[in-house]
């Protein structure tokens, strides 16, 4: 059992990889920042939560090059290119240094998010695409290349009982995607849609 994190603090983390984000136009993948960072900004919303170390991804971004991590080609085993598999494990001995942090591989279901949400000492980073994802409005757009999220919390509502999974998501903005929440059903939809890519995400001392 890992330290608890702040969670009135986590709840005002977020940061969005475009709309203006001073970082959108760093070099990344076969773009930039912009249209291609979803896994780097969720992984520093996930470092910032479990840490306090207020970092920005452009901190990331840049801690990440001198350390020698390619940021422009996809993910490697040898943990060398990083692109589309931010929180894999093979990067833990770096990240560990650099950030304090450690992923560890996660079942895709609603009952391991709902563990590790409940904990309060772990986040999860995780990926899906053709399917729904969600905005503060309940308004829903589709991803058909991919996205990640930073899930962080879990609730039951106090009136319905209706269990609610809370993310992070990077792509449009604090306003409309910071501390979305889904729920059992359309957490599962999402989590089907795509068969990998799902980490749970501590602090290590």
Same mark, same amino acid.
């Given at each position: 059992m890992g330290k608890k994190f702040d969670k009135k603090r986590a709840a005002d983390i977020y940061f969005c990889q475009r709309h203006g984000a001073p970082w959108e136009s760093y070099p990344y993948w076969d773009g930039c920042m912009d249209y291609n960072a979803c896994g780097l900004v969720s992984l520093t919303m996930a470092i910032d939560?479990?840490?306090?170390?207020?970092?920005?991804?452009a901190d990331v /971004?840049?801690?990440?090059?001198?350390?020698?991590?390619?940021?422009?080609?996809m993910v490697t085993k040898d943990g060398k290119h990083v692109c589309g598999g931010d929180a894999q494990p093979q990067f833990n001995p770096v990240y560990e240094k650099l950030f304090g942090i450690r992923s560890e591989p996660l079942e895709r279901s609603t009952d391991a998010f709902r563990e590790v949400l409940k904990s309060g000492d772990r986040v999860i980073w995780a990926s899906s695409r053709n399917t729904d994802f969600y905005s503060n409005d309940r308004s829903v757009r589709n991803s058909h290349t991919g996205h990640v999220l930073c899930f962080w919390d879990w /609730?039951?509502?106090?009136?319905?009982?209706?269990?609610?999974?809370?993310?992070k998501d990077p792509g449009e903005g604090r306003e409309m995607c910071n501390n979305v929440y889904y729920t059992v059903p359309q957490l599962e939809k999402w989590l089907a849609a795509n068969p990998w890519q799902q980490y749970a995400i501590r602090a290590v001392d």
């Open positions: 939560i479990l840490t306090g170390q207020e970092l920005t991804p /971004y840049k801690i990440r090059a001198v350390a020698g991590i390619d940021q422009l080609h /609730y039951a509502d106090s009136d319905s009982g209706e269990e609610r999974f809370i993310a």
